[in-house]
């Protein structure tokens, strides 16, 4: 049975929110990964993650939002983004459509790991219905992996999960490993400047060390982490007598 709003009836979908209303939203970027990855790696990571937990427990998901906070542009052509206000205002427009419809929460669950894109996603939305917002990254992949993923950008991490989920859009022969030194790494991995070094081809970390068996690892974690985390939520919800908003998996406080 498909979950998916987009491949189904709004009667069908009615139906499912009478009885599970809670909507699955996912939220990629359209950025650069370096020469060896598309461009849309963060939107098929949102996209395939939010898929697998939709099926798992049984809730509807809304096609993934391809544009995040992010910069476009210069030497990483394709690569687009919105700007933060923008960004919060069209995804809060689009979840106030959706509160109209009967969704009473909302499971946001985003593969972007830029500080404004994630602020813009814990601001308070305009609509009654409550809202929780799951980073990917966040999640402790750490014993996977042969290098430090909060060093990432296209490196180990992303492209073991491109080896896993897209293989065929992984150009294996065109990855290298990028590890910059002093403050060009520090200002990226606190997460203030969207891009890596110019020099590093839009890449920061090791992709050589990846392997799609470890991105099938990656993957079933997250996934499985994700969706206990929104049943243990429910759970709460239903003792408690009335649902609130949760933030779990996001981005630490400056």
């Known amino acids: 049975m498909s979950y998916a709003i987009d491949e189904l009836p709004w009667t069908e979908i009615g ?5 599970d ?3 699955i939203f996912p939220v990629g970027a359209l950025e650069q990964h370096g020469p060896h990855l598309p461009v849309g790696t963060n939107v098929t990571i949102a996209a395939r993650v939010s898929r697998a937990v939709s099926e798992r427990l049984g809730i509807l ?3 993934t939002f391809s544009y995040g906070v992010a ?12 700007r933060r206000k923008t960004f919060h205002r069209a995804v809060n427009e689009l979840l106030a459509r959706w509160d109209d419809d009967g969704v009473q929460h909302f499971v946001v669950i985003t593969a972007h790991r830029f500080e404004p894109h994630l602020e813009a996603l814990l601001m308070t939305p305009s609509v009654p219905a ?4 799951y980073d990917l990254y966040q999640i402790d992949v750490s014993d996977i ?8 950008h296209a490196g180990e991490l992303e492209t073991s999960l491109m080896l896993h989920l897209v293989p065929e859009a992984v150009r294996w022969s065109e990855a290298r490993d990028f590890l910059p030194q002093g403050q060009a790494l520090r200002k990226y991995t606190r997460r203030r400047v969207p891009t890596p070094p110019t020099e590093s081809g839009g890449v920061l970390g090791s992709p050589t060390l990846a392997s799609a068996e470890k991105g099938a ?6 996934v499985d982490m994700i969706s206990r985390a929104i049943q243990a939520e429910e759970a709460t919800s239903r003792a408690h007598g ?5 933030l779990l998996y996001t981005s630490p406080s400056p």
């Open 130 to 133: 409550d809202k929780s917002v």
């Open 242 to 246: 009335e649902p609130a908003p949760c």
């Open 21 to 23: 209303p809670r909507l």
């Open 15 to 19: 139906r499912i929110l009478e009885s």
């Open 61 to 63: 998901r809304a096609p």
């Open 217 to 222: 690892r990656i993957f079933d974690r997250w």
């Open 71 to 82: 910069v476009g542009g210069g030497p990483f052509p394709g690569a687009a983004g919105l």
């Open 145 to 152: 992996l042969e290098s430090d993923p909060e060093v990432e």
